[in-house]
């Protein structure tokens, strides 16, 4: 009884629930939230301040006492009671017109493939605790699968690389499960440090990493580009303590990201080494697909197909494709339970 009205009066919701963004699908309206994951503390207080989009612009700019956390790191919960205070205020945005005891949805929440049982245990408990009133885990490969309408329930091999914030997800799908996989705590982030720290040692500039994230996206690349491009950085000069500016090209940020890309490529051919022969011939046929927000970076499809001799291309709007495939995963929860980590009765007691 207590579970219709609760389902009268919350809509149910899918969240991808990122190192650098979370992603939330309200059932029956498609995504609403896209913001930051990030939540600024009052360290004096103990009290929230801001959470999203508007802590994100505090990052670097707050004074001593107001700290701007990111809960996730490399795609698992660091701080469970931060990650809680943000659930929380993302489920009260995705349900402002109803009183917060009614509001009690059911959840489908995208995690990283390979993560430990603790890890999941921590997310499943930090959603009950910010107000689900079921939780269902999804790992994130197999999300975006769903998400972009690959024809994951027949025999076939589906390969998917998912490249978010913290994690690199490289998955082999068929019939309904994860065959051959392979998490990396390679993304994004690193991405962005790989960038600092390049700065540092040619240009000894010291970058914020909003910065480092602002030229990769303008100009970074996985692939030489037929034309030289380049952007300005400001940052503060390691031996004078001034501001200072120079000029990086799109073969510095390259050569500052080799490596990490490197590590992703050698990932992408060791599941393909794992995966059995008749779904390798799928893949070859079929492509891999690329999602997330790393698949943005300039070559990193044509780098890839170039390695492995397989057909690359990028999902339509890949950094949503997680959350997607946890909305149609709530509308089809009963076929697609199989794609299912876990639900909450299958999860240890505490």
Known sequence: MLDKIFGYFSHDIGIDLGTANTLVYLRGRGIIINEPSVVAVNQKTGQVVAIGEEARRMVGRTPGHIVAIRPLVEGVISDFEITEEMLSYFIKKAHPDKPQFFSRPRIVIGIPSGITEVERRAVHD?????GAREVYLVEEPMAAA???????????????????????DIAVISLGGIVSSKNLRVAGDRFNQDIINYVRDEFKLLLGERTAEDVKIA?????????????TVRGRDLVTGLPRE??????????????????????????????????????????ILLVGGGSYLKGIEKLLEVETKIP??????????????????????ELLRESLV??????PPT
């Open 219 to 231: 100009i970074g690349s996985a692939w030489k580009n037929p034309q030289t491009l380049e952007s």
């Open 246 to 287: 120079v000029i990086v090209t799109d073969a510095d940020i390259r050569e500052a990201l080799s490596k990490s890309i490197r590590t992703i490529v050698e990932a992408s051919k060791e599941v393909i080494e794992k995966t059995p022969p008749e779904l390798v011939s799928d893949i070859m046929h079929r492509g």
């Open 342 to 347: 876990q639900h909450e009765e299958e999860l």
């Open 146 to 168: 769903i998400g972009v309408k690959l024809l994951i329930q027949e025999p076939v091999g589906n390969m998917v690389i998912d490249i978010g914030g913290g994690t690199t």
């Open 312 to 333: 690359v291309r990028v999902a339509e709007d890949p950094m949503t494709a997680v959350v997607r495939g946890c909305g149609i995963i709530l509308e089809e929860l």
């Open 126 to 130: 930090a959603a009950k605790n910010a």
